[in-house]
């Protein structure tokens, strides 16, 4: 029998796809959370008699093992026991220390590599599998789902491809890509599933315009957090919210109900892991999270409660844009005025009494300036038609 235990996310679900591919009735495939793998490769050791032990071949992938288990597995190999764990991240890297660990952050070109990708190359390698185009493609887009790439590249079949995964089972999802991937050049959605993803898609597109409106601007430690309460999306939410509010570090997703706070960055200079770490979390630089306990509820629910949400861009206007020659009007929730404009090479901003605030480099740096510090927002036409009116008429240009 192949054992596997592998992550109950898309890239975890796809090494198990391609072990039943390869392997047919002979896998028996878990799926397992990452605080649940421990005790169930515990469980399996518990139950194996003398046939497994000669017979069994363990595989764990996308998941690592604390040390008790490495330990066990140890001594499963060194009494001749078959096993093999791969992976492809950083945090797993030790294992290849020991004759079966198999850890691979990026391949020979530098490309980011995921557990199903590692998998397939391993099965091909092995001859327990024949490549055809379909698993090639449903490979890649795991990859580029789990790595990330698919938002630089802008390859949304990856991401609707992990949508589909979180909207079936992992069951009938395993059922569905299977049937498909046993031949064909292409991986392709069926017409239930494009539309079933159509509908998500839309979903989602409300569930982030309602967030825009809520999202609240808070700083601690000269770091400006985005605090928004949302219980599903994290991902899509992090990466819209950043994209939308680039003046802010880092975006903070609390659910309140799972007692959890998720942190997301879009800043490569920006290190997540560390504000989560401030209440005993962690992660990776760009996501990470915690409980929230008795100091995160103070810095993310109380002392934000009060304040309003941030104040957003005019979007419809003709006259007052952004990056316009000619300057261009912000304001913020107490109606203060601020005026961007450029001098020579270098911008500045004009506060009401005639007060100068700057220079800076560009206007995005002017801007960012603005948001942070006065929670200002682009004006609309209307105040900057009623400004520009002041101006003529306190100035006397007319005169
Ligand atoms: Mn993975």
Known sequence: MYRLFTHNDLDGVACGILFRLAFGEKADIRYNSVSGLNFQVEKYFE??????????????TDLSVNHEITERINRFVSEGGKANLIDHHKTALHFNDYSWGYVKVEDESGTLTSAASLVYEYLKDKGKMA?????????????QYDTWD????????????NDLFYMVSIEEFEERMISRLQTGDEFEFDEFEQKLL???????????RRKKREIIQMEHDGLYGGVVHAES?????GNELGKEF???????????GGRKISFRTIHDDVDVSAVAGEFGGGGHAKASGCTINGEAYKR?????????????????NTYNLKDSQKGCLYENRDRDLFFIYKDGTRHFIKQEHDKRLGPFNDSAEAVRFLKRKYGAALARDEAYIGYLESIVYNKGFLS
Do not use: C, T
């Not at 159509?198 to 982030?208: H, S």
């Not at 999306?233 to 939410?237: D, F, K, Q, V």
């Open 47 to 60: 139950r194996m008699n003398e046939r497994m032990k000669k017979e069994d071949h363990l595989y764990i």
């Open 131 to 143: 490549d055809n185009g379909a698993i090639d493609e449903f490979v890649e887009l795991v990859r």
């Open 150 to 161: 698919w938002d630089i590249l802008q390859n949304f079949k990856a991401k609707n491809l």
């Open 198 to 208: 159509e509908m998500e898609e839309d979903k989602i597109e409300r569930y982030i």
């Open 233 to 237: 999306y994290h991902s899509e939410l």
């Open 246 to 256: 680039p003046h802010l570090d880092y975006i903070a997703i609390l659910n309140v």
């Open 300 to 316: 993310y629910i109380d002392q934000v409660f009060p304040l309003e949400p941030i104040k957003q861009d005019a979007f419809k």
